[in-house]
């Protein structure tokens, strides 16, 4: 008898492998301590880095120093009879800025006004600029005034300003105010300052000098 030999059939189909096994499920939760401690540890950071700033580097005012003054221009004259005053001067006032701070003071640009008798009669603008850490800048006041303006600015009380130009001997004041900012940590902390100087000059009208020159800082 002869075996019969097994034919395979092409039309046979081997069943579906199975689907591969879904991945572990991401286990978020072990990476939330991390992330509470860096926050901890940043929030610590910038906490020490902001008392550092408002204790040990504590912002101070610039401080400010009067060099010299001095007078130019033509000397007064009074015209007889009919009462007219020839005044035409400059007052000079230099300065001394200096930075305290251990950070760099970005000052933005003063003014210094000067007065007479408590009357506003001439003005100079001072620059902006940058005061290195520790560091001081000149500062150059140049303020010019003519005799109509001092007439006007009393009030038209020229017999003040004739009687004070007889005696030989004119006080005005000049007040200089020049605000800024200190930058800390890297520019994120911002603290103002405030450089303030407060002058009464008095000037002999007859050899056209500054006879005596008091100086005051409100803010130190």
């Not at 926050?39 to 700033?53: H, Q």
């Not at 109509?148 to 200089?176: H, N, P, Q, S, W």
């Not at 009208?205 to 008091?214: D, G, I």
């Amino acid at each position: 008898m002869e075996a019969k030999q097994s034919k395979s059939n092409p039309n046979h189909h081997h069943p579906p492998s199975p689907p591969p096994p879904p991945p572990p499920p991401l286990h978020h939760h072990h990476h939330l301590p991390c992330i509470l401690i860096s926050l901890a540890l940043l929030l610590l950071l910038l906490s020490v880095s902001l008392t550092l700033a408002f204790t040990i580097y504590r912002v101070q005012d610039p401080k400010t120093q009067v060099i010299s003054a001095r007078v130019t221009g033509a000397v007064p004259r009074v015209t007889l009879p009919s009462v007219h005053v020839e005044l035409n001067i400059t007052i000079h006032v230099d300065l001394l800025m200096h930075n305290p701070n251990r950070f760099s003071l970005h000052h933005d640009p003063g003014e210094t006004l000067m007065y007479y008798r408590e009357v506003q009669v001439g003005e100079a603008d001072v620059a902006a600029g940058r005061i290195p850490a520790g560091g001081s800048e000149g500062v150059r006041s140049r303020l010019t005034v003519e005799a109509d303006r001092f007439a006007a600015a009393a009030g038209g009380g020229l017999g003040r300003l004739v009687m004070d130009v007889m005696e030989g001997e004119m006080v005005v004041t000049t007040a200089t105010r020049i605000g800024g900012e200190v930058r800390l940590l890297l520019g994120l902390v911002r603290r103002r300052v405030v450089a303030v100087s407060d002058c009464t000059v008095v000037v002999g009208v007859v050899e056209m000098r500054v006879r005596r020159l008091e100086c005051k800082r409100s803010r130190m």
